[in-house]
């Protein structure tokens, strides 16, 4: 049997019957609307007309009604500034039994600028501004309660991120930074389909700070690869690209990793919208300096010193195209360096506390002796002790201490001869090896004496 107003898609080989129910939902509204603008003591009758209206509208399949009601349910609610029937009248309609997806996206579409700041200028999940702890309690009330409408709704995917940002915020406003960091860890955005590349960013540079700021080291590392590196370094993208390399020096300042802060603040110094700025560049480049002075040897290290050393900009800080010159000669380095006092003397050294920065000015120390026995070995194949000690202005322990754990991770080969008091750089051959160069040497000289051959032969026969 046909009725009035059906139409509707198949279901069980029937049609399921959908009902127009226009005229009564306009009738319906406008009597509730009239209602509560009479007297705001009317607002539980008005939203039981609605109710009933509502589970009509969902029975029918009539969903283009059905989200006018539920708006109206909530507009209403609103314009009574009753908040508690607000989110009571949230809670119900959205939790409906077969409520339409309609249905519940309009209800969260529309209560989202109550809570949330929606203007152009403001970012994603910034909560709406608002004057008395009551408004207070009652905006955090209404957070909570749509992100448990949304919670598990792929279509809903982007509100609830935004919302779980929010909340974070407002716990991290009441000095409550543990739960704003494990708030904010229950979504997953990177797999989130329904959020930009640029938000997703932001998002994941939130998750982040908040880690920092609880001092989760390993989650933070963790959440810190989520960031694609290709996607921060594309137009567009350079101002959470200097928030992402700022946020991971302050990972790496904890770890004590020298050589990855050097390589964090290069790749601020790199971003354009700090190479327009003489302030912003000159401090990074003069951190990446620093922080290169404080690495390790390795090629990795040699690689970005010959890069830095070629850099224009380097000729416009003196002491720091000075250092990287030292650091790349292959000569002895006098302690303390020329220039380490204005080196030590930047923001970036003494970061951190008074720990930190003692272990900072250990490294430099530590450096300089390490590259002056690297020096060393490569002019001397064997070396009395006590005369390397007195080269280096070092203690014969201390020396004897610093080859030992340069020779235990391989930057360097050494044996020491301590009662003969010599120190060995260069590496005994093998009679193999001896043999295997004497058998290459030979053969040079043979290639070389058939080449002469030929040649005077060559000349012979031309003057003939």
């Known amino acids: 049997m046909a009725s009035e107003g059906v139409g509707g898609s198949s279901s069980g080989g ?13 009738d319906k509204i406008t009597q509730a609307t009239a209602l509560v603008e009479s007297s705001s003591e009317n607002l539980t009758e ?7 209206l509502e589970k009509r509208c969902r029975v029918g399949n009539d969903s283009p009604n059905l989200v006018k009601v539920c708006e109206t349910s909530l507009q209403l609610c609103k314009d009574c500034s009753n908040d508690e029937a607000l989110i009571a009248t949230l809670k119900t309609l959205s939790t409906r039994r077969s409520q339409k997806t309609k249905a519940v996206s ?9 809570v949330l700041d929606m203007s152009e200028d403001a970012k ?22 749509l992100r448990d409408i949304t919670n598990g709704k792929i279509f809903l995917e982007a509100e609830r991120a935004r919302l779980t940002r929010a909340l974070a915020t407002l716990y991290e406003q009441d000095g409550k930074i543990a739960e704003a960091a494990d ?15 640029r938000e997703k960013v932001e998002f994941i540079l939130e998750q982040m700070r908040l880690t920092l700021a609880k001092r989760d080291w390993t989650r933070a590392a963790i959440v810190s690869r989520k960031i694609n590196r290709k996607a921060i370094n594309e137009e567009g993208m350079q101002t959470e690209k200097v928030v992402f390399f700022t946020l991971l020096a302050e990972y790496h300042r904890h770890e004590k990793d ?4 050097a390589k964090d603040y290069h790749a601020i110094y790199l971003t354009p919208s700090v190479q327009a700025v003489d302030e912003q560049w000159k401090s990074a480049l003069q951190n990446t300096v620093l922080f290169l002075a404080l690495s390790a040897h390795s090629m990795e290290q040699q690689d970005m010193l010959n890069r830095i050393n070629i850099d224009t900009n380097l000729e416009k800080i003196e002491f720091c195209r000075a250092t990287i010159k030292l650091l ?30 003692t272990h ?7 450096r300089v002796i390490q590259h002056n026995i690297r020096v060393a070995s490569t002019y001397y194949k064997r070396i009395h002790g006590a005369r390397l000690a007195d080269m280096l202005g070092l203690e014969l322990g201390e020396l004897e201490k610093e080859i030992s754990s340069m020779v235990s991770d391989g930057s360097v080969y050494a044996k020491i001869d301590r009662p003969k008091d010599i120190v060995r750089f260069l590496q005994a051959q093998s009679p193999e090896s001896t043999l295997s160069a004497w058998a290459g040497d030979i053969t040079t000289l043979l290639d070389l004496v058939e080449k002469t051959t030929h040649l005077i032969n060559k000349e012979n026969m031309t003057k003939q």
């Open 14 to 26: 029937q049609l399921e019957e959908r009902l127009d129910l226009t005229n009564e939902t306009n």
């Open 46 to 52: 008005a939203l039981a007309i609605l109710a009933a």
């Open 106 to 114: 309009a209800l969260v579409s529309k209560a989202l600028p109550w």
């Open 124 to 145: 994603p999940g910034t909560p709406l501004p608002v004057s008395t702890d009551e408004q207070k309690k009652i905006r955090e009330e209404m957070v909570i309660c």
């Open 183 to 197: 708030t904010l860890q229950e979504v997953h955005v990177e797999t989130y389909g329904a959020i930009s590349k």
């Open 258 to 261: 020298a050589f990855e802060l």
């Open 328 to 357: 790349l000669k292959k000569e002895i380095i006098t302690y303390p360096t020329q220039h380490q006092t204005e080196l030590e003397s930047l923001p970036a050294f003494s970061e951190g506390g008074t720990e930190l920065t």
């Open 360 to 366: 900072w000015h250990d490294q430099f120390h530590k």
